[in-house]
């Protein structure tokens, strides 16, 4: 399948789209549209992102570290308040690999958990169909994402979870975290792993909900953990 092909097989055809994957990978390609669109989200949102997540990490310091830190970070806010298009360029292709490296790593955990439940399609196979799910779950929510955040002009208020149910929660809160996991391109990313394991691996339907439902939701907890205790 050429790439647009794919695309439209992905929100169309998943199981055709994941059977191209499982007869030609085509990871370069997949890659590169993961890039693209978490890269030209973080490039465009970044004055709107780097400012709330640090407010963040303030909030969480004591009083005299606070204030020192925050002396510390003023420079920073001047520099992004009205980011140059060469800093723009530079934070989307960094947050571009960041993202793809992200789901390789993805791609490697659900590869041996595979493994070890007998699966036997191939590295390749597997990394195929995790980015090409990512074509959704980091691409396409990006792309989705950014017109909100601008607009709204947080990226923390911006969900597309059950979480937003709880807007007046503090987004630090592990049930809203929780909750927050339960995105919508989330969702769609997963129901392409599963059909994709399918393919690859030959699982049942079965065995392949509760291998992607699984690793997906000890991943995301595990995250949610590590956030904790920072």
């Known amino acids: ?33 993961v890039a693209i669109m978490s890269g030209l989200f973080l490039g465009v ?27 510390d970070m003023e420079m920073i806010y001047d520099f992004v308040e009205d980011p140059a298009l060469w800093l723009r360029i530079v934070v989307g292709i960094l947050g571009g690999i960041s993202s793809v490296i992200a789901v390789f790593i993805t791609g490697f955990i659900f590869f041996f958990v595979c493994k070890i439940v007998g699966g036997m399609g191939s590295l390749a196979q597997i990394l195929g169909v995790v980015m090409w799910a990512n074509v959704i779950g980091t691409g396409f929510s990006s792309l989705f994402k950014m017109p909100v955040v601008l607009a709204k002009g ?22 809203y975290q929780i909750l927050s996991i339960f995105d ?42 590590l956030a904790g205790l920072q």
């Open 45 to 71: 949102v970044m004055d709107v992102m780097i400012p709330e997540i640090m407010n963040l990490q303030l909030e969480s310091l004591s009083t005299a570290d606070a204030r020192k830190a925050a002396q």
């Open 184 to 225: 919508f391109f989330s969702i769609w990313m997963l129901v392409i792993i599963i059909i994709g394991l399918q393919v690859v691996h030959s699982f049942s339907r079965n065995k392949a909900v509760l291998v992607t439902v699984f690793t997906w939701f000890a991943m995301s907890s595990f995250s949610i953990l």
């Open 1 to 33: 399948m050429k790439f647009l092909n794919m695309i439209w097989g992905l929100v169309n055809h998943p199981s055709l789209a994941m059977e191209s994957v499982a007869s030609k990978p085509q990871l370069l390609i997949a890659s590169l549209l």
């Open 154 to 175: 947080s990226l923390m208020d911006v969900n597309f979870s059950p979480a937003i149910l709880l807007a007046n929660m503090d987004p630090q809160n592990t049930i």
